[in-house]
């Protein structure tokens, strides 16, 4: 995709978090460990790969990823510079309408892990919400964006569930 599309968006997000402290202190930053079974990573988006000049983390090809299915396995720390989108907007996930308009949700899989889902939307910090959805609105404005940010939201609707 646009590389400069790719960087605004990205720099709509490098100062804002979701909360004004540092929110994996609330929980040992669960998102960042893997899982029971060894497992965990963060789908990249297209272009992102880069991201990991240094050998700080590590990107495997995903069978049925979105885009390119690549995705970062890191050892639970990063600069922020160099942190994924998608680790970037979580807890949060982009929704995309029939017409490209991007509203952001709760992401499912934050659901099991994530304390910051207890106070609802509005607990997050605006300007983070608000870039948050800028910045995917901004992804959604290239095709291979958008087509990015479709498969995205149909594997994180594979953990949604409703009894
Ligand atoms: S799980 Fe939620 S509260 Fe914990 S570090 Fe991740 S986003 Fe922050
Ligand atoms: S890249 Fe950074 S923010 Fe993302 S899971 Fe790894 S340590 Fe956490």
Request: proline content about 7%.
């Amino acid at each position: 995709m646009d590389r400069d599309i790719l960087e605004q968006a990205r720099s709509l997000l490098k100062d804002v978090t979701p909360m004004y402290r540092d929110c994996g202190r609330i929980c040992g930053a669960l998102c960042c460990q893997p899982d029971e079974a060894g497992k965990g990573g963060v789908f990249l988006f297209p272009g992102e790969e880069t991201l990991v000049k240094g050998g700080w983390a590590s990107v495997s090809r995903v069978e049925n990823g979105p885009g390119p299915g690549l995705m970062l396995t890191c050892a639970g720390e990063c600069e922020r510079e160099k942190r994924p989108l998608g680790c970037m907007i979580f807890p949060l996930t982009p929704e995309v309408d029939g017409e490209g308009r991007v509203t952001m949700r709760f992401d499912a899989r934050a659901r099991p892990l994530c304390p910051l889902l207890r106070n609802g939307l509005m607990g997050l910090r605006r300007d983070f919400r608000e870039a948050a959805r800028q910045a995917m609105q901004l992804i959604a404005s290239d095709p291979e964006g958008l087509a990015f940010l479709r498969e995205w939201e149909a594997i994180e609707r594979q953990y949604d569930f409703h009894l």
